[in-house]
């Protein structure tokens, strides 16, 4: 998989030690890649590091990808989903579940 200057969806699942689930979805667009992350760059300009194992990216389909918040980006070249647990107890707790 080529990363540089590719747009990836990004779609985070949080999952919180009480239970709760939050969703974050964005699109970013890959900056850097280095030794351990991809150093991507959200719409806001806030950079981020994300894992670069290519099992944690999709191709995506082709289409318009449509963010609740009305943010949509058309084509985007991989979805990247990530299962994120607010701590060891929330993971213990729920990592079977999810």
Same mark, same amino acid.
């Given at each position: 998989?080529? $990363?540089?200057?590719?747009?990836?969806?990004?779609?985070?699942?949080?999952?919180?030690?009480d239970?709760?689930?939050? $969703?974050?979805?964005? #699109?970013?667009?890959? /900056?850097?890649?280095?030794?351990?992350a991809?150093?991507?760059?959200?719409?806001?300009?806030?950079?981020?590091?994300?894992?670069?194992?290519?099992? #944690?990216?999709?191709?995506?389909?082709?289409?318009?990808?449509?963010?609740?918040?009305?943010?949509s980006? &058309?084509?985007?070249?991989?979805?990247? &989903? $990530?299962?994120? $647990?607010?701590?060891?107890?929330?993971?213990?707790?729920? /990592?079977?579940?999810?």
């Open positions: 998989m080529e $990363f540089l200057n590719k747009v990836i969806f990004v779609s985070k699942k949080l999952i919180m030690e239970g709760k689930v939050y $969703f974050d979805n964005y #699109f970013v667009t890959v /900056k850097a890649i280095n030794d351990e991809l150093v991507v760059v959200k719409p806001n300009g806030e950079e981020e590091n994300l894992p670069k194992g290519e099992d #944690f990216y999709d191709e995506a389909d082709e289409g318009l990808y449509e963010l609740d918040d009305g943010t980006y &058309e084509d985007p070249d991989y979805i990247g &989903e $990530f299962l994120i $647990f607010e701590n060891d107890v929330a993971y213990e707790k729920f /990592k079977d579940e999810h």
